[in-house]
């Protein structure tokens, strides 16, 4: 399966910090004609995101303001420098994408009109920063991986609700995990629930989530704050805890500290984590048996032994601080029966939706609401 028309973060198979590998990076605030581009960890910005259509690589920085306008380029001098330019020099802009892995959507990314491939700095696989340049291809093992990057496709959905303007300056966009069942499009749009795809209604099915939790009345009133501020396969950026740059497992539900939360249906115990204030409840579903954790509470009031039944009447906790870094909030994610624990996500790398399929982590909790 080759490249499909939208944005990917691009991986290098060479540099590579703490478990990370690094991505394909534009500096930040210098969206120039000639601005270089080099490879560092991933954190999640627009500069780090980049637009494919039509053979050519586009920057997603500065709010897409340079979609289809500025692309990766050669620096046309024998330093042969990756860059970014104006739309208009197709000699040193239309790529190929030779395949190396289809299944790990592995590629090398070649000018169309010259002989050279994109590579990374091959002189430390471990540096925080790879500078980009445009070489012969390499043949050495190692420096093979300099000319290879991994394609992690990512979902971009417009017109998010006015609550959910933290990570990208107010422009009511965000970018999800291509292995989500979102698609690209407009948050407004997925308005017919439906157990995949945007065409859920997604707010509906987070608002009847945030009532069930909260034992609150089937008609009483749920802001967009309260229940879609952060959702299941969101790009983090700029939010505290160093989590910039993954994928965001669950939701986040905001509540009073102190407010009661109960299963979302009944269900048995599973298990507990401490360290995040976490209680796991078996529920089971028609595509199965998963376990919901909820994170973030104090559960000093509720114990349980393995299995034992829980309903959905049975307070497990109230909102607290436990795990959180900034706002109080609880957190709600979904996870097969071979976690003990809830996964962080700082555990993973790079998601690939051939390799994958729908899992980044954490499983979409809508399309278990969306089934009920």
């Known amino acids: 399966m080759g490249l499909t028309t939208g944005d990917y973060r691009i991986h290098s198979c060479y540099n590579k910090i703490n478990g990370?590998?690094?991505?394909?990076?534009?500096?930040?605030?210098?969206?120039?004609?000639?601005?270089?581009?080099?490879?560092?960890?991933?954190?999640?910005?627009r500069e780090q995101i980049w637009y494919y259509?039509?053979?050519?690589?586009?920057?997603?920085?500065?709010?897409?303001k340079y979609r289809n306008?500025?692309?990766?380029?050669?620096?046309?001098?024998?330093?042969?420098?990756?860059?970014?330019?104006?739309?208009?020099?197709?000699?040193?802009?239309?790529?190929?994408?030779?395949?190396v892995d289809s299944k790990k959507s592995i590629y090398r990314i070649k000018l169309a009109n010259k002989n050279l491939y994109l590579t990374t700095n091959p002189s430390n696989a471990s540096s925080t920063v790879g500078a980009c340049t445009w070489q012969t291809l390499l043949t050495k093992a190692g420096e093979k991986l300099t000319q290879e990057w991994i394609f992690e496709r990512?979902?971009?959905?417009?017109?998010?609700?006015?609550?959910?303007?933290?990570?990208?300056?107010?422009?009511?966009?965000?970018?999800?995990s291509g292995c989500t069942g979102w698609e690209d499009g407009n948050f407004?749009?997925?308005?017919?629930?439906?157990?995949?795809?945007?065409?859920?209604?997604?707010?509906?099915?987070?608002?009847?989530?945030?009532?069930?939790?909260?034992?609150?009345?089937?008609?009483?009133?749920?802001?967009d704050g309260q229940c879609l501020y952060n959702l299941s396969g969101a790009l983090a950026c700029g939010q505290p805890g160093g989590l910039n740059g993954y994928f965001h497992y669950g939701i986040d539900m905001g509540r009073f500290k102190g407010a009661s939360i109960y299963p979302y249906k009944d269900g048995t115990y599973f298990g507990k984590d401490p360290s995040c204030g976490a209680i796991g409840i078996k529920h089971s579903f028609k595509q199965g048996d998963y376990v919901f954790w909820y994170l973030h509470m104090d559960t000093s009031d509720f114990?349980?032994?393995?299995?034992?039944?829980?309903?959905?009447?049975?307070?497990?906790?109230?909102?607290?601080?436990?795990?959180?870094s900034g706002n109080v909030h609880l957190h709600i994610e979904v996870q097969p029966l071979n976690e003990r624990v809830p996964r962080n996500p700082r555990d993973n790398e790079v998601y690939v939706e051939s390799e994958r399929g729908r899992y980044f982590g954490a499983y979409d909790l809508l399309d278990f609401i969306a089934e009920e």
């Open 20 to 45: 990370r590998r690094n991505v394909l990076n534009l500096d930040s605030g210098k969206v120039t004609n000639g601005t270089r581009i080099y490879t560092t960890v991933p954190d999640g910005t």
């Open 53 to 64: 259509n039509k053979n050519r690589l586009y920057t997603e920085a500065q709010d897409s």
């Open 69 to 99: 306008s500025k692309c990766l380029d050669r620096l046309d001098t024998s330093a042969n420098y990756a860059d970014i330019y104006d739309d208009n020099d197709a000699v040193n802009q239309e790529l190929v994408f030779e395949t």
């Open 154 to 176: 990512l979902i971009r959905v417009e017109g998010m609700p006015d609550s959910l303007t933290t990570y990208y300056g107010g422009a009511l966009i965000e970018y999800f």
């Open 188 to 223: 407004k749009k997925a308005s017919r629930e439906e157990p995949q795809g945007q065409n859920r209604d997604v707010k509906a099915l987070a608002q009847k989530l945030y009532r069930k939790v909260f034992h609150m009345g089937t008609n009483a009133s749920v802001t």
């Open 303 to 324: 114990s349980a032994d393995d299995g034992e039944f829980v309903s959905a009447n049975e307070s497990i906790g109230t909102v607290s601080d436990v795990g959180v």
